[in-house]
């Protein structure tokens, strides 16, 4: 595995790969890796010839109280794991290198980004997107793989990429989740062990609405209290920032579930603040 940080090396070899007609892969990433980190790079070895994953706490994403200086980071464990997971090039780009002091052009998807996440975080996916943008254009890569734990994140992109045309494929992963259940983050050393103790019950909560609606809830406002009372029950330490219920790609939101439905929601835990989805699917499934 090569390590490079400066942009333009990046490029060159990307453009030299792409030259060959080699099958690249790009997993873009902040760092401070766990298994959803390398699940997603084993998912690039099994299908590209090239495997990129970059490795940059974007600045850009960050809101003015969020935690960007104390973002956990270990960049020689990181390497390690990226090599043995199947890294072919480890990008670790500086952000003066990326962000130019004059930079002043930004990709927005307008719309998807305003409610869940982005109702909470100003901004937050402006810096995605562009981020993305600049790797893409880095790169070229024939595919770059994304977690559904951010599944706002993977639909804004998978419109930004439709939307301009971008050619690269985009792959989802599933969640990844700890034994007892939690969707592994690397903000997840932020909690104290009573807050990871109560930590499950949040995905636990997701699983009991599911069975929920398999009785036969559909209404969305019977739902979310359902969840509500659970989470004050069982989550004590918790703090939802939102939970929502929504259509999979458009993201718009649903009162009734009558069709496959995104339950997403976002708790504070401590300093953490926990992520997680479930799909709930209503269709019979096709064997
Ligand atoms: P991050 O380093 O948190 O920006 O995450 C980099 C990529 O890993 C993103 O595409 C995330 O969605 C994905 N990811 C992070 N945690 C998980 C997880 N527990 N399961 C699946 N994918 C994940």
Redesign the pocket.
């Known amino acids: 595995m090569q390590k490079i940080t400066d942009p333009h090396s990046f490029q060159e070899l990307a453009l030299k790969h792409r030259s060959q007609g080699l099958c690249t892969a790009l997993v ?4 401070f890796f766990h298994e ?2 390398l ?2 790079m084993r998912l690039a070895r099994r299908q590209a010839d090239k495997v990129y994953v970059s490795l940059f706490v974007n600045p850009a994403q960050f809101g003015p109280d969020e935690d960007l200086q104390a973002y956990p980071q270990d960049e020689e464990a990181d390497a390690a794991l990226a090599e043995e997971n199947g890294a072919d090039i480890l990008f670790i780009p500086a952000s003066e290198a990326i962000y130019a002091p004059d930079h002043s052009t930004w990709v927005q998807v307008a719309g998807l980004d305003k409610g869940l996440c982005g109702a909470h975080r100003p901004g937050h996916f402006r810096g995605v997107t562009t981020v993305v943008s600049v790797l893409f254009h880095l790169c070229c890569p024939t595919m770059a793989v ?5 599944w706002q ?1 993977l639909a804004i992109i998978r419109r930004m990429v439709r939307d301009l045309h971008i050619p690269t494929r985009i792959a989802a ?1 599933p ?2 989740r700890e034994a007892d259940g939690l ?4 903000r997840n050393v932020y909690m104290t062990s009573q807050e990871r103790k109560q930590a499950p019950e949040v995905y636990r909560g997701l699983q009991a609405l599911s069975a929920q609606v398999l009785q036969g809830h559909t209404d969305v406002s019977f739902l979310k209290d359902f969840l509500l009372e659970r989470y004050a029950r069982t989550v004590p330490l918790g703090r939802p920032d939102y939970i929502e219920f929504v259509q999979p790609q458009s993201l718009a939101p649903v009162s009734e579930i009558t069709q496959p439905t995104l339950v997403a929601l976002a708790m504070h835990m401590g300093k953490a603040r926990i992520l997680d989805n479930i799909l709930i699917d209503t269709m019979p499934r096709q064997h």
Request: net charge negative.
């Open positions: 873009p990433t902040m760092g959803g980190h699940s997603l994304f977690g559904e734990k951010d994140q992963h969640i990844v969707a592994m983050s690397s």
